[in-house]
């Protein structure tokens, strides 16, 4: 099912995760697009960062300071949200460097991740990557890839409970395991679910978006670049005359602006080593979003490319 | 792992290709000069192996054991498993091969008298990994700290050791070729998955050893 405005209005509506432009003062740098966790009406904003990849750099203390860089040019412009697991290597301890180098930003949304097999081991991962963040306890922890979900859920919620996490959410990615991913959201209160959403790999428009904003859950996109295939695969193209009209000028903006307009999405989590990028990726949800219509036609225009 | 028909070789990659080749940079900075010793007693091996090869098995096998052991630690245990955590379950492998190397030596069970078509060719493939690997990086448009050198890399480490121990006779010799052998399929497999050019080297090292194998087993 392609979304059609009339679900993308009823959805927008259930999800109660409120689309917030910051009314900016003239002469003012422009500030990113906030939206709404809907399980709290905490405001996020709507580009977080993403660090698979981009941040397991192990002991290089070259590209350790670059990625504190990029942290700090994240903060810099509004950001909140990062996002890790402990499957990425060295991006744990990465991050913990850098929220240390900037004097631990308040602004930091901490979101992680257990990814263990062992039900027993949860616990004690997530608290080995508290000690790497050096937080003193994470905003969100997620499922990851549905790896022995049902006892680390159970482990989240208890938490949860105790107030040693805020928030609990699974994830997946490239579309896998989506009627689990389903079932599981049916069945648990969970706050967020992370999955893949972009302009070319839509799965989840037909059952999870709609899902999650009927369940009040908020909604973290990965892959929002094909981990950077379709930028470089768009790099080449023209980008159309009505771009203009959403205020796009790069292809990723146009990309991030298909997927923080649909009124399911919460944030959307591109990964970088670049500063400028992680400065633009955080603004460029800024001015206007397209509308069920112009979506339609976006994502119509990048199939034929 | 579900669904595992749906993965991709790049989905395993959990590092960059700039990440990758800097922390060759940072291991042969912090080893320098050491590759001198390394590559002097490679050199040194291959001309024991061709001159005197019924001598200095014992040697030979010992100075491979080290350098394995080495190699593991140093580079796959100290450096690459913090960027990719299942290289942590793959240094040990490399200690292992040191104590079988060790193990063969201190048996007196491995000579490296083998001067087959085979044996000849490992020889050659050793000079390989010694002399040609160091010299990759300008030829892959990277700078020259970057260079794998025999003895301080896992890639020309096993590939001159794999073409020795082709020249060598022993019961434990099949043995002491599956580690090294195993690991040029998955750096090889890196590199690819990394979109590496330089990536068909170690699989056609790997090739190219498995096939002097299977001519020499057709030869008997």
């Known amino acids: 099912m392609i979304i059609t405005r009339r679900t993308f209005v009823k959805a927008a509506a259930a999800s109660g995760a409120a689309l917030v432009l910051p009314a900016a003062a003239p002469g003012a740098p422009p500030a990113p697009v906030m939206r ?38 994240f903060f810099a412009a509004g950001g909140r949200m990062i996002d890790s697991s402990p499957m990425y290597g060295s991006s744990q301890p990465v991050i913990g ?83 689990l991913f389903e079932q599981i959201m049916r069945a648990h209160p969970l706050d967020f679910v ?18 999650a904003a009927e369940r009040g859950m908020g909604v973290i996109v990965n892959r929002p670049f094909r981990q950077g295939a379709l930028t470089r695969q768009l790099q080449g193209e023209t980008l159309p005359d009505w771009a203009a009209e959403i205020g796009a000028k790069t292809w990723a903006q146009l990309i991030l602006k298909f997927i923080v307009s649909h009124p399911a999405v919460t944030v959307a989590i591109p990964a970088t080593t670049r500063v400028d990028h992680a400065r633009e990726n955080l603004l460029a949800t800024t001015g206007p979003l397209p509308d069920a219509a112009m979506r339609e036609r976006m994502g119509a225009y990048v199939r034929d490319l | ?77 100290s450096r690459y498993a913090a960027i990719n955590w299942a290289i942590a379950y793959v240094a040990p492998a490399f200690g292992l091969q040191g104590l ?33 690997y160091p010299l990759l990086p300008p ?17 020309p480490t096993a590939i001159a050791a794999l073409g020795v121990l082709l020249a060598a006779s022993g019961g434990l010799v099949p043995l002491l070729l599956a580690i090294p052998l195993l690991w040029l399929l998955l750096s090889g497999l890196t590199l690819h998955a990394m979109g590496d050019p330089q990536a068909w080297l170690p699989l056609l090292a790997a090739a190219t050893i498995f096939a002097a194998l299977t001519l020499r087993r057709i030869a008997r």
């Open chain 1, 97 to 179: 460097y850098g929220l240390e180098k900037l004097g631990r930003p308040e602004a930091l949304f901490s979101a992680e991740k257990v990814w263990t097999s062992s039900a027993a081991d949860g616990p004690a991962q997530i608290e080995q990557s508290r000690r790497f963040w050096g937080v003193p306890r994470f905003d969100l922890v997620q499922v990851h890839n549905l790896v022995a979900w049902e006892a680390h859920l159970e482990t989240l919620f208890a938490m949860k409970a105790d107030g040693r996490v805020r928030y609990v959410g699974i994830t997946t990615s490239e579309g896998r395991r989506h009627d």
């Open chain 2, 139 to 155: 030829l892959f448009g990277r700078p020259w700290a970057s260079a794998e050198v025999f003895g301080i890399a896992p890639d």
């Open chain 2, 100 to 132: 079988l190397l060790t193990f063969g030596a201190a048996r007196g069970g491995l000579a490296f008298d083998r001067r087959d078509l085979a044996g000849r060719l490992g020889l050659l493939i050793a000079v390989v990994g010694l002399v040609v």
């Open chain 1, 36 to 73: 709404a966790v809907p399980s709290s009406g905490e405001m996020l904003p709507a580009v977080g960062l993403g660090t698979w990849i981009t941040f397991n750099v192990g002991d290089d203390p070259v590209l350790r300071d670059e990625c504190a860089e990029v942290m700090a040019a």
């Open chain 2, 1 to 77: 792992m579900s669904e595992w028909w749906t993965y991709r070789l790049e989905d395993f990659l959990l590092f960059s290709p700039r990440v990758y080749w800097r922390m060759f940079e940072l291991a042969n900075a912090a080893f320098w000069p050491l590759h001198l010793l390394t590559l002097a007693a490679g050199l040194a091996i291959v001309l024991l192996v061709l001159r005197q090869p019924h001598r200095h098995g014992l040697w030979i096998a010992l100075v491979l054991a080290a350098l394995f052991a080495f190699v593991g630690w140093s580079f796959l245990w």
């Open chain 1, 194 to 211: 992370q999955l893949t959403y972009n302009v070319v790999d839509r799965e989840a428009e037909e059952r999870l978006l709609p899902l």
